[in-house]
C-alpha cells in the first residue's frame, strides 16, 4: 500500500519536471527583468541606480517621497495628471459600457433594422490600426476646437473603445434566451423595462469585463493622449513619463519610480477581475 | 422574425401608427449614440484624411523621401519576421502552460504582467537598460568581459531587433493566453489514445494538436500583424525612430510627417499602407463576423 503523500521516486518524471524547469526558467526570467529593472530604481538611490547593481546597497523610499511631495521640475504637476489620467479612464469606461451596451442590446435583442451592418462597421474599426486612424483624428479634433480639451481623449478613446465592446457584449447577448424577453412582454413589460430589469443583471459579467477592458485602454493609452493634450496642467501621466525624455540629464530614477506608481493601478484592476477578463474577454476576442 | 418584441401578429399591442414597432423605435435611439459617435470620429476623420491625401504629389514626395521606402521595408519586417516569431514561441509556450503543475499555474500569473501593465514604463525601461553608457546590460557585459559593450540602439539593425523583441515582451502573454483556450478545448481522449498507441511527442503535435489548432493559429497571426501595424509605442518609446530616421515604422512615421506639419504626407503614408491592410481585415470581418 502506498503511504499518502509519498509518490513513486521515478527518473522520468525528474526529467520532466528538470525540462520544464528549463522552460520555466528563462520565461520567468524574461517576463520579470523590465519590471524588476523598474522597481529596482525606484528603490535605489541615484548613484546606486546608475551602477549595475542587482540590489542598491541603501535601499530607500525617498524616491516616492520626492514623487508625492512633487519636489521636482519634472514633477510639479503629479497629482493633477494623476487625476486627469483617472478621469479620462472612468469616463471612458462609463461612456462605453453606456453605448456599447444600448448598441448591442439594439442589435442583439431588438433586432434593428440596419443593426447587421452597424455591427460590419464597428468590426472594420476595430481592425483599423489605432496609429493609422490618429493622424486624421488629431486633424479633426483641432476641427471641432476640441485640442487640449480632455473630450478630445475621452471621445477618442470611446470611439476606439467601443467597436470591440460592442462585438463583445452582442455575442454574449445572443446566447441569452429569447423566451425571457418573449415572457417579460407577456407580463406586460416596456422594452425599457426588459433593458433594465432583465437584459442588465444578466449581462452583468461581460459588463464588468467590457468596463475593465475600456478603463485600461484608457489609462494606458500613449499615442492619443500625447497627441491631443499637451498643456502639463491638462496631460495624463503617460505623457508626463514621456516628457522626461526632454532633457538630457533626465532623473531616471524619478522616472520609473512615477512610472512603476502609474503601473500599479491597472495591474491591480487587472488582477481583481481576471477571472471576468479572462472569461469574457479572450472568448470574443478570436473566434476559431 | 417575430423572435423579438416586434411580433406584429403574434403580440397584443397599441395599434401602429407607423411601419416601426415601438421595439424598433426604442432600437435606433439606442444605436444613435454610437452612429453618432461613429460618424463624426470615424467617418468624418477618414473622409478629410483621404481629402487632404488626394493631390498625387503627396506620393510622388513620398517615393522620393528615403525615410519612406525605410519604413515601409521595417514595417514589412516587424511584420513577417516578429510577428511569426512571437506566433510560433506562443504556441510553443502555450503547451507549457497547459501542464498541470502548481508552480506553472502560478508562473502563468505573472507572465501576464506585461500585458496587464501599461507599456510606457516598461519600455522606456528596457531602454535605460540598453543604455551604453550606464545600462545594466553594458554593465554586465564589461564585467564579464572587460570589453565595452555594443551601442545597442545606435545601430538600425540591433534597435530594430529591440523593438520587435519589446513587442514580443509585451503582446506575448496576450496570444499565449488565447492559444491555451484553443489546446484546453482538444479533447484529452484523443492524447490518451495517441499515448497508449506510443506516439512520439512530435507525432502528437503534428496529428492531433495541430489539426485543431490551425484555424486558431492563423487567425492570431493575421489579427496580429493587422494590430502590429498600429504599434507605435515599442518603436517610439525605444528608439524614436532613430538613429537617423532609420527604425521607423509606418505607424511612427506618420506621427513624424505630423509633427513636421506635413499632414498630407501623414496620410498619403497611411493611404499606401491600406492595400495592404484593407484584404487582411477584410478576410478578419469574413473571419468574425458569421
Known amino acids: ?288 | 422574425m417575430a423572435i423579438t418584441l416586434s411580433g406584429d401578429q403574434a403580440m397584443p399591442g397599441p395599434p401602429l401608427s407607423s411601419r416601426l414597432t415601438p421595439a424598433q423605435v426604442w432600437g435606433i435611439i439606442l444605436l444613435a449614440p454610437y452612429l453618432l459617435v461613429f460618424l463624426a470620429f470615424v467617418v468624418y476623420p477618414v473622409c478629410y484624411g483621404l481629402w487632404l491625401a488626394r493631390a498625387p504629389s503627396n506620393y510622388v514626395a513620398l517615393y522620393n523621401d528615403p525615410i519612406f521606402a525605410r519604413a515601409a521595408v521595417n514595417t514589412l519586417i516587424f511584420l513577417v519576421i516578429g510577428i511569426n516569431i512571437k506566433m510560433l514561441i506562443a504556441l510553443f509556450l502555450s503547451g507549457f502552460f497547459a501542464q498541470q503543475r502548481t508552480w506553472i499555474k502560478w508562473l502563468s500569473v505573472i507572465f501576464i504582467l506585461p500585458w496587464a501593465v501599461p507599456s510606457i514604463p516598461t519600455i522606456l525601461s528596457v531602454r535605460f537598460m540598453l543604455n551604453p553608457e550606464w545600462g545594466m546590460i553594458n554593465h554586465y557585459i564589461f564585467s564579464l568581459t572587460g570589453d565595452d559593450g555594443p551601442n545597442w540602439l545606435n545601430d538600425p539593425t540591433v534597435a530594430l531587433t529591440m523593438a520587435i523583441a519589446v513587442h514580443i515582451w509585451k503582446s506575448l502573454p496576450f496570444w499565449t493566453l488565447i492559444l491555451i483556450t484553443g489546446r484546453l478545448a482538444i479533447s484529452h481522449d484523443l492524447f490518451e489514445a495517441a499515448e497508449v498507441d506510443g506516439a512520439s511527442w512530435w507525432q502528437k503535435f503534428r496529428y492531433i494538436t495541430w489539426p485543431s489548432m490551425q484555424t486558431l493559429y492563423i487567425t492570431c497571426t493575421l489579427l496580429s500583424m493587422i494590430w502590429t501595424l498600429g504599434d507605435f509605442n515599442s518603436v517610439y518609446l525605444l528608439t524614436g525612430g532613430g538613429p537617423a530616421d532609420l527604425t521607423h515604422v509606418l505607424a511612427t512615421l506618420g506621427i513624424r510627417y505630423l509633427r513636421l506639419d506635413q499632414l498630407s504626407l501623414a496620410m498619403a503614408s497611411i493611404v499606401c499602407a491600406m492595400p495592404f491592410v484593407l484584404p487582411l481585415v477584410y478576410f478578419m470581418m469574413k473571419r468574425l463576423s458569421r
Do not use: C
Request: aromatic fraction near 14%; avoid cysteine.
Open chain 1, 1 to 288: 500500500m502506498k503511504l499518502p503523500g509519498v509518490s513513486e521516486f521515478s527518473w522520468r518524471d525528474v526529467a520532466t519536471e528538470a525540462r520544464l524547469l528549463l522552460i520555466g526558467i528563462p520565461v520567468f526570467l524574461w517576463t520579470m527583468i523590465p519590471i524588476y529593472h523598474m522597481f529596482l530604481f525606484a528603490i535605489s538611490p541615484k548613484e546606486d541606480a546608475f551602477s549595475g547593481k542587482l540590489w542598491p546597497d541603501h535601499p530607500t523610499l525617498h524616491n516616492f517621497q520626492i514623487v508625492f511631495k512633487q519636489q521636482h521640475y519634472f514633477l510639479r504637476d503629479f497629482y493633477i495628471q494623476f487625476w486627469n489620467s483617472t478621469v479620462i479612464a472612468v469616463s471612458v469606461g462609463v461612456l462605453t459600457l453606456v453605448i456599447a451596451t444600448s448598441a448591442a442590446f439594439a442589435i442583439s435583442r431588438l433586432k434593428v433594422p440596419g443593426g447587421r451592418t452597424v455591427l460590419n462597421l464597428a468590426l472594420f474599426t476595430y481592425f483599423i490600426p489605432a496609429a493609422f486612424l490618429a493622424v486624421p483624428m488629431y486633424r479633426t479634433m483641432g476641427n471641432y476646437g476640441l485640442l487640449n480639451n480632455h473630450w478630445s481623449l475621452i471621445l477618442a478613446m470611446v470611439t476606439i473603445a467601443s467597436p470591440y465592446a460592442i462585438w463583445v457584449l452582442k455575442q454574449a447577448s445572443d446566447k441569452l434566451p429569447v423566451e425571457l424577453d418573449e415572457a417579460a412582454v407577456m407580463d406586460g413589460a416596456t422594452t425599457l423595462q426588459i433593458f433594465r430589469l432583465v437584459y442588465l443583471p444578466l449581462m452583468m459579467p461581460s459588463l464588468v469585463a467590457i468596463g475593465t477592458y475600456a478603463v485600461l485602454l484608457a489609462w494606458n493609452e500613449y499615442l492619443y493622449a500625447f497627441l491631443l493634450l499637451s498643456n502639463d496642467r491638462e496631460i495624463t501621466l503617460p505623457v508626463a513619463l514621456g516628457n522626461f525624455l526632454a532633457a538630457d540629464d533626465s532623473p531616471w530614477e524619478l522616472l520609473m519610480t512615477t512610472g512603476f506608481i502609474y503601473a500599479l493601478p491597472p495591474a491591480a484592476v487587472y488582477y481583481a477581475f481576471r477571472r471576468y477578463m479572462v472569461g469574457g474577454l479572450t472568448a470574443g476576442a478570436v473566434k476559431s
